[in-house]
């Protein structure tokens, strides 16, 4: 039996997406960054030597999709040089051509703070743009990204980020924007959706994020079950914008409210995995950190995390591409165990959740650290991310439907 089918057989699912960090350092001190503020001031590098043995593994495998993204992400990539990114992309395509199935497709995307940008990197995002996805993270006007999104010193921001994605427009380069919700935001979403709005022409999709835990220190950078009705009047005003835009002629594109509804209109429809399962499916993305540790189910997972779950002291880390092969990793015990603990999760949504046929998943962490086990259901993350979107998503097609039908 090869490894395709002892993989399978194991119910482990095919590699999409590589997440690699090519370093942990970070030129700013955004206020609600999920990296320790150790790691973001350490100026490790992933050795291309590592980048070439892990990728060797991976392809000599053959437990890839027929596509494959490669993501730069989690710590600052654009302060290592472009010079790093043209030798790792020249690496993994050659071996992708000796290794790697004929049909199988492999793609870069990097996620940048945007401070960095110049004209040696348009050049570089210019050279590669036919395999490169470029991310830019923005939380919207100044007065709402600058109190967060700071330097080392404390200092705003904002405007080298807008001169960065302005060199990008002059270069013809389009990106993607991440734009993380404060409840700072949520007092302004018209400005927030304005400032997006008037950069549309430049970008190839638009995003904003609620943080992904509601559990911070700081009132604003915080959310509870309280919090439902402001947000759900977020939701409701930038919906209002974006269709009033729409029917002044102007396209622009939110991928919440897209994908939310492409999540509706599937419901019960959706086969084989439900959104929950596809999110969360073992291997489907795969972490590798700048000292070689490899942790998988969702994007960006640390080896921090519920450090002493699995006895060994090293989270859901399936063990370090330095002193374990991929293939020991993915055949493991650890594995199988953190399977079945998110197959529970997954079990106990599925049973008390009318939400479920429409949540994106990745809640397994939270819920654990909120009630201490994996068997339990709703979190104020999942009331806020999903609930109440959702419901506001359903408000919206319903009022559209009733002036149809009008």
Not at 8 to 29: D, Y
Not at 171 to 181: E, L, M, P
Not at 256 to 273: D, H, P, T, V, Y
Not at 331 to 345: G, P, T, V
């Given at each position: 039996?090869?490894?395709?089918?002892?993989?399978?057989?194991?119910?482990?699912?095919?590699?999409?997406?590589?997440?690699?960090?090519?370093?942990?350092?970070?030129?700013?001190?955004?206020?609600?960054?999920?990296?320790?503020?150790?790691?973001?001031?350490?100026?490790?590098?992933m050795e291309l030597s590592?980048?070439?043995?892990?990728?060797?593994?991976?392809?000599?495998?053959?437990?890839?999709?027929?596509?494959?993204?490669?993501?730069?992400?989690?710590?600052?990539?654009?302060?290592?040089?472009?010079?790093?990114?043209?030798?790792?992309?020249?690496?993994?395509?050659?071996?992708?051509?000796?290794?790697?199935?004929?049909?199988?497709?492999?793609?870069?995307?990097?996620?940048?703070?945007?401070?960095?940008?110049?004209?040696?990197?348009?050049?570089?995002?210019?050279?590669?743009?036919?395999?490169?996805?470029?991310?830019?993270?923005?939380?919207?006007?100044?007065?709402?990204?600058?109190?967060?999104?700071?330097?080392?010193?404390?200092?705003?921001?904002?405007?080298?980020?807008?001169?960065?994605?302005?060199?990008?427009?002059?270069?013809?380069?389009?990106?993607?924007?991440?734009?993380?919700?404060?409840?700072?935001?949520?007092?302004?979403?018209?400005?927030?959706?304005?400032?997006?709005?008037?950069?549309?022409?430049?970008?190839?999709?638009?995003?904003?994020?609620?943080?992904?835990?509601?559990n911070s220190a700081d009132?604003?950078?915080?959310?509870?079950?309280?919090?439902?009705?402001?947000?759900?009047?977020?939701?409701?005003?930038?919906?209002?914008?974006?269709?009033?835009?729409?029917?002044?002629?102007?396209?622009?594109?939110?991928?919440?409210?897209?994908?939310?509804?492409?999540?509706?209109?599937?419901?019960?429809?959706?086969?084989?995995?439900?959104?929950?399962?596809?999110?969360?499916?073992?291997?489907?993305?795969?972490?590798?950190?700048?000292?070689?540790?490899?942790?998988?189910?969702?994007?960006?997972?640390?080896?921090?995390?519920?450090?002493g779950e699995y006895g060994?002291?090293?989270?859901?880390?399936?063990?370090?591409?330095?002193?374990?092969?991929?293939?020991?990793?993915?055949?493991?015990?650890?594995?199988?165990?953190?399977?079945?603990?998110?197959?529970?999760?997954?079990?106990?949504?599925?049973?008390?959740?009318?939400?479920?046929?429409?949540?994106?998943?990745?809640?397994?962490?939270?819920?654990?650290?909120?009630?201490?086990?994996?068997?339990?259901?709703?979190?104020?993350?999942?009331?806020?991310?999903?609930?109440?979107?959702?419901?506001?998503?359903?408000?919206?097609?319903?009022?559209?439907?009733?002036?149809?039908?009008?």
């Amino acid at each position: 039996m090869n490894n395709h089918a002892i993989y399978s057989s194991l119910g482990l699912s095919p590699v999409e997406m590589v997440i690699l960090q090519g370093t942990s350092f970070c030129n700013l001190n955004c206020k609600y960054c999920d990296l320790s503020v150790e790691g973001r001031k350490t100026r490790t590098t992933m050795e291309l030597s590592l980048v070439e043995r892990f990728f060797d593994e991976l392809f000599r495998g053959g437990f890839v999709a027929p596509e494959v993204l490669v993501l730069w992400h989690s710590g600052e990539p654009l302060t290592l040089p472009p010079a790093y990114y043209d030798e790792a992309i020249e690496r993994i395509l050659r071996l992708k051509d000796e290794l790697a199935p004929k049909n199988v497709e492999v793609r870069f995307a990097i996620q940048t703070n945007g401070v960095l940008i110049n004209e040696e990197w348009c050049r570089f995002f210019r050279r590669h743009a036919d395999r490169l996805e470029l991310g830019v993270s923005c939380d919207g006007p100044d007065e709402l990204h600058d109190l967060f999104r700071v330097n080392w010193a404390g200092k705003s921001t904002h405007a080298q980020v807008v001169h960065g994605m302005d060199l990008l427009h002059e270069h013809g380069i389009r990106y993607k924007i991440i734009a993380v919700v404060t409840r700072q935001t949520l007092r302004e979403p018209e400005r927030f959706y304005e400032f997006f709005f008037n950069r549309r022409e430049q970008l190839s999709g638009f995003h904003f994020n609620i943080l992904a835990d509601g559990n911070s220190a700081d009132w604003d950078l915080s959310y509870s079950a309280k919090d439902q009705a402001a947000y759900r009047s977020f939701y409701r005003r930038m919906l209002q914008l974006n269709q009033a835009s729409h029917d002044e002629g102007h396209s622009f594109s939110i991928l919440n409210f897209e994908q939310g509804i492409a999540r509706i209109l599937a419901g019960k429809s959706a086969s084989a995995l439900s959104f929950v399962e596809q999110a969360s499916a073992p291997l489907r993305s795969i972490n590798l950190d700048a000292s070689g540790n490899v942790t998988t189910f969702y994007a960006g997972l640390s080896v921090n995390l519920l450090p002493g779950e699995y006895g060994d002291g090293q989270g859901l880390s399936l063990g370090n591409v330095l002193t374990m092969s991929l293939d020991e990793m993915f055949r493991s015990d650890k594995l199988q165990r953190i399977m079945s603990d998110f197959a529970r999760s997954t079990r106990a949504c599925r049973e008390s959740c009318e939400y479920f046929s429409v949540c994106p998943g990745g809640f397994e962490i939270l819920k654990k650290q909120a009630h201490g086990t994996f068997e339990a259901s709703e979190t104020k993350e999942c009331l806020i991310h999903v609930k109440t979107l959702v419901d506001v998503l359903l408000d919206d097609i319903h009022a559209h439907l009733e002036l149809k039908a009008c």
